[in-house]
């Protein structure tokens, strides 16, 4: 140890000024420290630049009217009772800590059983501490951990921060402060501070019950979190798979709270930017408030503010000024493992105490809780809590999900029995939900009737997400899972629910040559609101007043005088319920979609002239809107069917009826709407009640629907199919326009556009070519008579278009041929050749897969030659294997039947053909003869589809002549040569039959027949071939066209021989 006064010796008058300022400076000791004696046994200020290593008890103590700063370490280990640094309350001064705190012990968990994880308790020491303030009064002076400062706790029953007695000025810790072992806290308040509160950095506390950060002592200024405050009781938040089989029991204990508040706090609570956070990783709330163990109530003033917007978040945090809570981080409860719940921030009073937060929450990120197979509350208040107003601003996120088979529930907000919120202001997203099996999603939940007031300018939504990754991959049985979006049926009062569009921010300037400000942002764009899931109202004389987006749940507006009002283009999708009747309906500008399967009643409805009513009839239920008084449809209103599911053949329903009905435009304007396309609509007043409206639905005619021949062969059957199905039906009946008809239409149907034909026969038209250029290259070598390999690989491209009787389709095709042949008899060339192919066909409509077709084929063949006179003939067979999966895409609804099935095919071709020297060049007519036949095995389709299909077998027979004239020229000698050549010629299908597909949906003995399209039977031949070689080898490489009217064919092949 050394000491040091630092004075001035330049002059007599400053001797002073130095005694003042002196400091003893502590390098390396392993003795403790007291500033009351840090100066030859006299008090004085200290700084700890070295480290401080004591065995027990106390590294640093702070017992005089003296500053004391660390930027060194002190360190203890194994020593229970220990405390880093104490600072006694009494004297005055100020406590600066750059360096290092450690107090630690020498113990690892071991792993007896040799599996993933350790075993044996966090820790073994206990009642350690970091920093310690503790004394019969007070500590005056500020504490100061910054940024650079590392705090280390290992112990049970355990401090990081501990002030135990009170503070008067501010604590600052930005420091990285962890702490391990059983029912510890990293930085607890019990005493009360006087001042500001400022936690940075990170602070980790990790063991069962141990907590982040506990204020049970009133803070006098604000407690602001600008870092991040963690806890788990988890050995491990990452082990998946069969390291998570392996966890034990003391690998997965329940951590404590992350921020415990249950003292006053004047100034109010912030998280205050992006990077903060606020998270537990169990089931303890993160972010707890309670009366529990408080004298009295606990009442969180609001925070006095900030001017203006943060330009790096586009925030204008002076929203939040006043409020009592404020979140501008992450406050984030995750249960991580199955069977654990998850609370982000809990609110909870006593019986006689009460939480009392200033003017509310203030919330502009982040509020989330996540929980597997188990419950998720966002917010939770339960006892005595007062919190008038919740903002969700922009930006905000207050988010619920539970994962879940086994009934868990997500909800965001919940206002317990006896909590008492006034308003909830919503201008981004509140959500909950479940995702998996089954379940309840609630996004909005007041059980102490004391909510009167939502204001909706985003979305508020209650979800559920079907989700087959579970031990049963069991499909879903109706009516087990529950979305609700608002639960205000507790309300004894009348309850207000507001949706409209964000205003338009104030201007920042950049846009407004004037500078004013308080002009709107041009540029900014107003998001949709919505309300997703039902809506449940209480026994008061409710309101909803949805002026713009859109509410999609069901709603029951209890007792009481309720009035929904619908304007700004703005639309309201679901059941209506009122107890009483007592409702009055008011649609001006929107849409009113009634999906009640039953009748709802009501006092009145008016309907604008620009509302439309919306009545959903599903099969036998149909919803029926009766009014006690009046329904009036103003001169421009409209009313419009939506189906459910498919009505059959149609019929009458009765959807209005009033005590008075008044209709101020004609019955054909008011139904001058979308209808479901199936079905032609009308509208009358009832012969039997003048106040009463019908709707009479008839289905069309397939010429009235518009099909084409094939199609309306179909339909029917096809009818019948979607009729008996599940969720297509619904899909179907819910199309309204022509196009999305036949877009959905064309996708019932197999495939009957002879496709597998013509692209078998593309590759045959491989094997038959290969032959040819094989061939025509022996002819041109003039090489000697051997025996040679050769091999090919061809590529082809299709394009059919679509005709008046079915859909077009184009394709596209690789494949290898090889061969082996030599002199015979008369012919140059004899031999046999294999091909391997594969296919892709994709219809132009449509959403279907590509129709897979692999082809393996075998061949023989012979070529001749007489003075210039040529001839060749070609006789080959194989088998393809085609797989089509048939999607059926219409809306949400998305299934895909899948089949495979064989074909078999044969075929035979002869050319015959002149080589004309004309000395310079050699032309060359030909003419050829071609044959091919194929048979499909018949299939029915699996998979998912609520309409496979069974196809019957077909066979397609082709057959063609062609003629043809080429000009080539050969250059080189007779050991190395090339010769390009040009040739044009016409084809015609003279003979032969295309398949006719018959088909039926599964279940059903009602088959239909769909005739392929017939293709032009002439076309134009080009093409071109470059041919060269030696003794010992040649290439080709050849290119053909076939192009007639609505289709064309490319292919192109490269063949090699190898002479030996």
Known sequence: MRKGLLFSAAAAPLLLSAAAHAQTVIEDTNQPVRTSTANNGQPDDVEVTGTVEVDSGTGVTLDSDNDLEISGAVLIEDADGAVGVLLQGGNTGTFTLTGDIEVSENYEPDNPDDDFDLDGPFAQGSNRTGILVEGPEAFEGDIVVTGGANIRVEGNESYGVRVASGVDGDINLVSNLSIIGTDSTAVAFEGPVSGDVLVGGTVRGVGENTQGMNVSGDIGGALTVSGVISTTGFRTVNAFGDALNQLDEDDLLNGGSALTVSAGIADGIRVANAGAGVISQSSSPAFLITTEGASGDVVIGGFPGVDGDDDDDEIDESDANGFGLINFGDITGDGVYEGYDAIALQLSGGETLMVDIEKGLYNANRIFASASEGDAHAII?????????????????IRATSTTENGGRAQAITIGAGGNVNTINNDSAILAEVIGEDGT??????ESGSLTEINNTSSIVARFTSSTDDSNDEEIPPGEFETVAIDLSNATDGVTINQELQVAPPDSGDNDDDGDTEEPDPDFVAPTPAIVGDVR???GDDLVNIQAG???????????????TVDGGASVLGSLSDTDGD?????????LQLENPSVVTVRDATFGEEGTLRLLLDGESVARLEAQGVVRFEDGAAIAASLASLVGDGGSFEIVSASDLQIEGSLEQLSQTETPYLYNSSLQVSENNPNSLVLTLNRKTAQELGLNANEAKAYDAAFDALSAGGGINGAFAGITTEEGFFDAYEQLL??????TLQFVMNNVNGATGAVGNRLDVARLSREARTTGVWAQEFGTFSDRESTNIGGGYRGHGFGFAAGVDRPFGPFYAAGANMVISTNEIEQINGVDEPLDVQTLGFGLYAGGARGGLTYDVYMGGGVSRFESERRILIGAFDQTARADWTGYHYSGSARLGYDWDLGWAMLRPLVSLDYLSLSEEGYTESGLSDVNLTVEERDSDMASATASLALARRFGTDDSWWAPQLRVGVRNEFGGSLAVTQASFVDFNDPFLLAAPELPSTSAIIGFLITGGSQYSSFGFNYDADVRDGFIRHSARIVVRLAF
Request: charged residues 20%.
């Open 550 to 564: 859109t509410l999609d749940g069901d709603i029951d507006f209890g007792d009481g005088a309720d009035q929904l």
């Open 441 to 446: 999603a609630i996004a909005i939940m007041d």
């Open 537 to 539: 109202l209480g026994s």
């Open 583 to 591: 409702l009055v309906i008011q649609v001006n500008d929107g849409l």
């Open 750 to 755: 197999p495939d009957f556009s002879s496709a």
């Open 381 to 397: 208040m339960d006892g005595n809590v007062s919190l008038p107003l919740i903002f969700n601003d922009n930006g905000g996120l």
